[in-house]
């Protein structure tokens, strides 16, 4: 079944803990960090998460879109990450492969993300140390963009690439997703597909999660 990861980043804030509790059907809680530097914005840190992981028991797939990830991930699984995602092109290839056995030692899951201008074999070196990896259909940093259908033989080459190695990795995808776009998603191989505007924009928000799966 398709796993859909609301991003709270496209919820109220203001009522945060109220958000949470109405998805309790969705697989994963998206959490976007953004530092300003790596991204053009900032968004929500370790104090936010450490809070959200006393509320929920949902699996939080934490989005780091910082510089030199390294520096904080045990923060963040110390937070309460289940799930950390870091970005290839944020440090060296050395320091990514040495935070992802961090995460890994740590006893969490790793994931890596991809920009759009980033080429999917970018993966491929640390595919070995993931379980998950997270393409990104809009450019990182903020809400509400429009899907990039560009990106999905860059989903399709990945899903290859992980079913022909035996990997046992998720293929999330990121940005512009709606009921529309995740089909697309899913056609080309994604298991994961993260909704922030879709799903907490609803009326509806399990009836807009069952669209998103395809149900």
Not at 111 to 132: D, F, H, Q, R
């Amino acid at each position: 079944m398709i796993k859909i990861a609301p991003s709270i980043l496209s919820a109220d804030f203001a009522r945060l803990g109220e958000e949470i509790a109405s998805i309790p059907s969705a697989d994963y809680l998206h959490f976007d960090v953004m530092d300003g530097v790596f991204v053009p914005n900032i968004s929500i840190g370790i104090p936010v998460l450490a809070s959200v992981r006393k509320i929920t028991d949902m699996t939080l797939d934490v989005h780091l879109m910082i510089t030199e990830p390294r520096r904080y991930v045990k923060d963040f699984i110390d937070a309460g990450a289940d799930i950390v995602v870091i970005h290839a092109e944020a440090d060296t290839p050395e320091h990514t492969m040495e935070a992802l056995r961090e995460i890994r030692a740590l006893g969490k899951r790793a994931g890596l993300c991809i920009k759009p201008k980033t080429p999917a074999e970018a993966a491929l070196p640390y595919l070995n140390m993931l379980s998950l990896i997270l393409v990104m259909t809009v450019e990182p940093g903020f809400g509400g963009q429009k899907f990039m259908p560009d990106m999905l033989p860059k989903v399709e080459f990945l899903r290859r690439a992980i079913d022909s190695g035996g990997h046992k990795v998720e293929l999330e995808v990121d940005g512009g997703i709606n009921p529309e776009t995740a089909k697309l998603c899913v056609a080309a191989g994604a298991d994961v597909l993260v909704a922030g505007s879709a799903v907490f924009g609803a009326q509806d928000r399990a009836a807009m999660i069952r669209r998103l799966r395809g149900a």
